[in-house]
Each structure stands twice: as structure tokens, then as C-alpha cells.
């Protein structure tokens, strides 16, 4: 190992330990894992908890996912604990799934929103394991962590992100660089009848169906004005967005235009016309590529300043899915 990576992994280390110093005081850290920036706090403290809703501005009766340094941890924070959850976590864990428990009864209701159930995962990155680990050590303790955004807003994927939206309400925010999923997890429900999948992520349908040994239902209408991410206003740029097929980008593009729109647009080929009101910026072909770039780039084209970004409507596959979900919800969330 050179001198320079020795004194790099060293000063991170040491962050580690200020942010555990921290966490344990009651206060928040953001933190880095492979999906976005979490927003951490002690899940056992009910006023660091609360302390994650004031930052964020986000309603109370919204549950948190509780993230944990591995699955044999699960214990701690759930029972009734399915056969399935064995598998899953073997596949996927640590990884971008988040599973939908019953709560143990010592789970806090700030954690839960006084719901029944609790949501865990083990985040697949360097420094949230290290911290999950010297924070959470034997006890088995938790960091509660929701999307390090203020409501409704676009997901943060690098620790500047963080600052923009968060500034000073947040003790400490741990860079580990941008985030390589780049949309948050898939929330997979297992806590009672069927699995469900409540939120889309990149671990989709058809690899979680090859696990369970049959396929997952989508959506779940008890829990819908739980999860934030289900609400059909999020993840929203402040500048209004519209997304077209892509045989219909041109019209639109025109259509805006005549409107005396300055428009911005996000495909993977130019529009077949330009205009001196009229931007591109190139989207990437590949589900896992696009997933990765799309909330940096929203952050972008909004900071255009334009009247209007349209984005070109993915593929209606299930590779596509979960970027197709965030588009929906960030176009109803724009208007
Ligand atoms: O990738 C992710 O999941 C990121 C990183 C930081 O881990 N976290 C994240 O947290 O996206 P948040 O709070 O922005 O979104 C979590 C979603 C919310 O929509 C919440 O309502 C839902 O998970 N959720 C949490 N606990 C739940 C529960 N017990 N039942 C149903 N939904 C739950
Ligand atoms: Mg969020």
C-alpha cells in the first residue's frame, strides 16, 4: 500500500470514529451507501429520530429504514421472521434490497411510524459498514436513515448533494464518493401473505422471484400514504417536468417552444431539430448506467433555469422500472 492510500484509509478512519462519537450523542450524520446519501441516526434514540424529521421536513408518520452492519442482526429488530428472509439475504445482502418486517416490540414508533412492521437493510459500502460496525459493534444497534433530502426533493448520490439540501442540520456528513446504484433501494414487503414489492429498485422482480421460487406482487395498498416513496409527488426538481415517448419528443419539444419555453431535454439521441431555447444533454441508454447519473442530473438541469426538462419516457420493461417509477413520480412532483 502507498503512503498516500495508508493516510487516506487513516483519516477516514478516523471520520468513522467522529461520526460513531456523534451518532451516539443523539446527533446526525449523513453517511454514504450504494443506493444515495442516508441522513443516520441512532435508532434506539427517540430524540435523534426526531431530529431526522425536523431536518427533513418529512410528515412523522413516516417509517424509517433501519440499517444494520449484517443479517444476523435481524433479530433485534423483527419477528415471525420468514424462511424467505434467509435467502434474500444471502443473495443480496449487504445490497440495495430492503426488507419489510414484523417489528420487534422494542423498536421505537418514531422508527416505524406506529406501524406493525419495521424495514431493514444492510447497505453495501465501505464506510456505512464500517460505521454500521463500530457503531452497532455487539449490541446489534441500528442507524435509522432516511434519503438525506428534504421532503419530496431529489436523493443526494454525492456528499455535496448532502450540504445543498441539508447545510448545517446535519453534525457531520462522511464522503465516500458518489453513489453507485444512484436510486434508492427496493423495498421488498415479507410481512405477511405474499412478498410484495412496495418500491421498485435495480434488484427487480425477476432476480427476487428467482429467489423466493416464484414471482413478487407489486404495490400494497395498506401501506400506500405510508411510504413517502410511494406518494406520487417525490423525488421532484423544482422545474417543471414532462416525459414524452420518445417518437413524440420532437412535437413537444416544438410545441414548448412556440410557448416561448426554454426547454432542456434529456434522451439518448438529440432532438432531430435545434433551437437556440432548446438544450440536450445525453441520457444513457443502460438501465443500471442511467439509474446511476439521473438524480445528479436533475440537480443539473434544474440549475438551467429553464422553463421545462423533458425527458424521453424509458423502455416499459422491468429493467426499466424503477427509473421509470422515479421519472413519474419527479414529473408529478415538479408540477
Ligand atoms: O436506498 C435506500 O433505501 C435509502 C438509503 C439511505 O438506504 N433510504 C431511503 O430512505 O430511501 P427513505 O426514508 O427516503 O425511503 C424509505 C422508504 C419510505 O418510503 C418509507 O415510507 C418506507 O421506506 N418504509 C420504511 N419503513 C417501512 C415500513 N415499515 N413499511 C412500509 N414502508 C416503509
Ligand atoms: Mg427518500
Known amino acids: 500500500m502507498t503512503a498516500q492510500l495508508t493516510a487516506e484509509l487513516a483519516a477516514q478512519l478516523s471520520q468513522v470514529s467522529r461520526a460513531v462519537a456523534l451518532l451516539h450523542a443523539g446527533e446526525l450524520v449523513a453517511f454514504p451507501t450504494e443506493t444515495v446519501y442516508g441522513l443516520g441516526a441512532d435508532a434506539n434514540n427517540p430524540f435523534a429520530i426526531a431530529k431526522i424529521f425536523a431536518a427533513k421536513g418529512r410528515p412523522v408518520d413516516h417509517p424509517l429504514i433501519v440499517h444494520l452492519a449484517d443479517a444476523s442482526q435481524i433479530g433485534r429488530w423483527a419477528i415471525d421472521i420468514p ?15 430492503t426488507l419489510i418486517l414484523k417489528r420487534h416490540p422494542d423498536v421505537l414508533d418514531a422508527v416505524t411510524g406506529g406501524q406493525d412492521t419495521v424495514g431493514l437493510r444492510v447497505p453495501n459500502h465501505p464506510l456505512a459498514l464500517q460505521l454500521l460496525r463500530e457503531f452497532g459493534g455487539a449490541s446489534g444497534g441500528g442507524l435509522a436513515a432516511p434519503s438525506a433530502n428534504r421532503f419530496g426533493r431529489v436523493s443526494p448520490t454525492t456528499a455535496a448533494h448532502v450540504r445543498e439540501e441539508l447545510g448545517d442540520a446535519v453534525a457531520m456528513i462522511l464522503d465516500g464518493g458518489p453513489c453507485a446504484v444512484g436510486i434508492e ?16 429498485g435495480m434488484i427487480d422482480a425477476d432476480v427476487i422471484g428467482a429467489v423466493l421460487g416464484r414471482p413478487p406482487a407489486f404495490g400494497g395498498q395498506h401501506n400506500a400514504p405510508r ?22 419528443l420532437t412535437a413537444t419539444a416544438r410545441k414548448a417552444l412556440a410557448a416561448g419555453q426554454r426547454v432542456v431535454v434529456l434522451a439518448a439521441q438529440p432532438p432531430a431539430f435545434s433551437h437556440e431555447n432548446m438544450a440536450w444533454r445525453a441520457a444513457s441508454a443502460d438501465p443500471a448506467r442511467f439509474a446511476h447519473d439521473i438524480y445528479a442530473q436533475l440537480r443539473e438541469l434544474d440549475a438551467l433555469g429553464c422553463d421545462l426538462i423533458l425527458i424521453a419516457t424509458p423502455a416499459a420493461d422491468e429493467a426499466w422500472r424503477a427509473v421509470a417509477d422515479r421519472l413519474r413520480r419527479a414529473s408529478a412532483g415538479s408540477k
Open 185 to 200: 433501494s427496493t423495498i421488498l414487503d415479507l410481512s405477511g401473505g405474499e412478498p410484495r414489492i412496495l418500491r421498485p
Open 83 to 97: 424462511e424467505a428472509v434467509g435467502k434474500l439475504a444471502a443473495a443480496f445482502w449487504p445490497g440495495p434490497l
Open 227 to 248: 411510504v413517502s416513496g410511494s406518494l406520487e409527488a417525490h423525488y421532484a426538481p423544482r422545474t417543471p417536468l414532462q416525459l414524452a415517448a420518445a417518437a413524440d
